[in-house]
């Protein structure tokens, strides 16, 4: 008897998201996977967007929620509700995206294909009517030794050079699939985290406990994105990525690598201080600072169920922060260069291979 196919839930958090809910449930209603279902919470919306997705969409399930719970926490709503209907996959997925219609098959051919797969992110383009599918926006993400994640790939053109199933470091929140066994041993996103950081917190999580992350490159997204560089954005970064840090390093890391955190909390007071938003870094120090008890928690659950040590975790973090969305001459001049030669001092240290990139070129 042939086994019967795995479901899918595609997640969605709205807030206020009129301008581009329509565009990204209509790319979804084409998909060739069966079966899926679209789960739609929204976070306190006021623009109509709800209404306008119950009477365009009523097949997706709307989860309504009073107020913005934050990224972690909706996603969280979204996961249980998906267990509940034994949800075999599932899918994170930004509301200013539009996906093609091959998108969830490639992204679950990529876990079929790698049993050690437990997350595989999509190849995501800048959407564009005029030239679709040439500018990548994310083919998976970069870690900095000191807890910074950025995109990795942002800017090029795509040539083909990303055509195969290839292991990355951390996939983005805002086009990914998760095997519900890594929700399973791992948990759920840390609700700590109300914005940024958590998707690279969930999955370093995941590879700690042996988990492999994945670029699905012929799953492809048009993300209508827009770098947005803003106060909020950096406080709710420096409140969450020593957290990131202190939960997830190993002691020895944490003692290595403690000269070059100090060295860029000062180049952070610095650049705040400079852009005025020096009172929000100190916000996110006291938020820290009240939540340490309970990140220490945290810590102490992670570090006795983790299977995988730092030395192998690390060798896919880097000493630079090759960001073209950053650009100023203290990064290139001063940060990059110091925190290179302190990394690879580092790795030294703490025996940290070289790392190998895994390419699989087999097809199911």
Known sequence: MASLPHKAAVIIINFNGREYIEDCLSSLTRQTYRPYEVILVDNGSRDGSVELVRERFPQVKIIRNAENLGFSRANNIGIRYALKKRCDYFVFLNYDTVVEEDFLEELVGCVKRNPRVGICQSKIYIYSDDEPGRIINSVGNEVHFS????????????????????????????????RREVLEEIGLFDEDFFLYVEDLDFCIRARMMGWRVYLAPRSRVHHKYIFQKGKYKYFHIERNRPAFILKNYEAKSLLVMLPAFLFMEAAVI????????????????????????KTLRKRQRVQTLRKVPDREILSSYTGELNCSALNSPFLHYVYNPFMSLYWRLAKVLLEVPHREVTIDSEDE
């Open 147 to 178: 807890g910074f994640g950025f995109c990795s790939g942002l800017g090029e053109v795509d040539d083909e050079q990303y055509q195969q199933d290839q292991e990355i470091t951390f996939a983005g929140g805002s086009a990914m699939l998760v």
């Open 270 to 293: 610095g650049f705040a201080l400079w852009d005025g938003w020096l009172g929000l870094k100190l916000k996110a120090y006291s938020e820290a600072l009240q939540n340490l008890k």
